[in-house]
């Protein structure tokens, strides 16, 4: 189960890895043996497109994403709160609307393919679909939080807190939000 709760970024760790090695490889096979590997370049930008993908919805996951939040640290409670409700309000529409247009274009990418591995478009696209898609769930949580847990929803959003995924690690036990 905590394997599932990390997948996003166990993925994106994986996708960034295989980028990585696949890139020196590739540098070291071309200075070394004077040709290139023709199928390089389209596994290492798939792999990160997934890495950037999963990694955002990761990332917001733990709110560590950058904020500027000078501003609404000086407000009062109330009001804080009702910020942060319209802003992942806000998130979560955006996100569902780019979850959609990224599944239309995922759907569209089964036509077309890569050059050298003929391999659909749809697996590179649908990273953006699933990492939106998680974002929108991660969004309705915070909001969830924001509305119905507000004694510790301030801890949570905080920038440099513990984030979404920390919190519901502690508070979940057997299936139920304390």
């Not at 490889?25 to 004077?34: D, G, L, S, T």
């Not at 930008?45 to 709110?63: H, I, R």
């Not at 050298?116 to 915070?142: D, N």
């Amino acid at each position: 189960m905590r394997l599932l709760k990390e997948l996003d970024g166990i993925v994106a760790c994986i996708a960034l890895s295989v980028t990585i090695i696949v890139t020196i490889v590739n540098i070291i096979v071309r200075y070394a043996f004077k040709f290139s590997l023709p199928w390089s370049q389209e596994v290492a930008v798939t792999c990160f497109s997934w890495m950037v993908m999963l990694g955002m919805s990761y990332a917001y996951k733990y709110n560590m994403h950058y904020g500027v939040d000078f501003i609404i640290v000086k407000t009062p409670d109330k009001v804080r709160r009702l910020v942060y409700i319209l802003i992942y309000s806000i998130l979560m529409i955006g996100s569902s609307i780019l979850t959609y247009y990224s599944i239309l274009i995922s759907i569209k990418g089964w036509f077309k393919v890569t050059a050298y591995l003929q391999m659909p478009y749809t697996y590179k696209y649908i990273s953006a679909a699933i990492g939106f898609m998680l974002m929108s769930v991660y969004s309705l949580t915070y909001l969830y939080l924001a509305l119905f847990k507000k004694e510790t929803f301030n801890d949570i959003v905080t920038q440099g807190g513990s984030g979404l995924a920390t919190f519901l690690k502690s508070k979940i036990k057997g299936g139920k939000i304390k």
